[in-house]
């Protein structure tokens, strides 16, 4: 027997016999780390052609967009809940004038010639209400 035929008699035997939640979370699991590798290597890439600053900037803006994305799904998530709208308005409130103050900050320290600042992502607030619409929109044409 070659290798070859033992995966594949492995994998007809796990089609078969393994629940389907379970190959679910191993499907998902998988794509996690397809995802991973592609930003790990699309990192080093910036690592080589732009050097630590541009490596920088690309983790910064991908943490700037899992942080949007994560944030408005389980802001979605939330709106569901009866308790959570009676405290929503309040809430957004407060992260709108917090996240004005950050970004207010993280910008004058950059101007006042502190470049670490310069990497620190601001928060996009404009982007959190447009991904929050997406997801609304998507359950509306289900």
């Known amino acids: 027997m070659n290798l070859g035929h033992n995966i ?3 994998s007809h035997k796990f089609e078969d016999h393994v629940p389907a939640k379970a ?3 191993i499907y998902q699991a998988q794509d996690l780390v397809h ?16 050097g630590p600053q541009g490596a920088l900037h ?7 967009r899992l942080v949007v994305v994560c944030s408005s799904e389980l802001w ?3 709106n569901h809940n009866y308790t959570f709208l ?3 308005e309040k809430v957004a409130l407060t992260m709108a004038n917090l996240s004005g103050n950050y970004n207010g ?5 950059s101007g006042k010639w502190y470049p670490l600042f310069g990497y620190l992502p601001l928060i996009p607030v404009n982007e959190f209400s447009k991904q929050i619409k997406v997801p609304n ?3 509306k044409n289900v």
């Open 58 to 64: 690309y983790a910064a803006g991908e943490y700037k």
């Open 35 to 50: 995802k991973a590798t592609q930003h790990a290597l699309q990192l080093v890439n910036e690592a080589r052609t732009n």
């Open 8 to 10: 594949d008699e492995a």
């Open 86 to 88: 009676l405290m929503a």
């Open 137 to 139: 929109q998507r359950r």
């Open 23 to 25: 190959k679910q979370a």
């Open 76 to 78: 979605v998530k939330l």
């Open 105 to 109: 900050f993280v910008d004058d320290m």
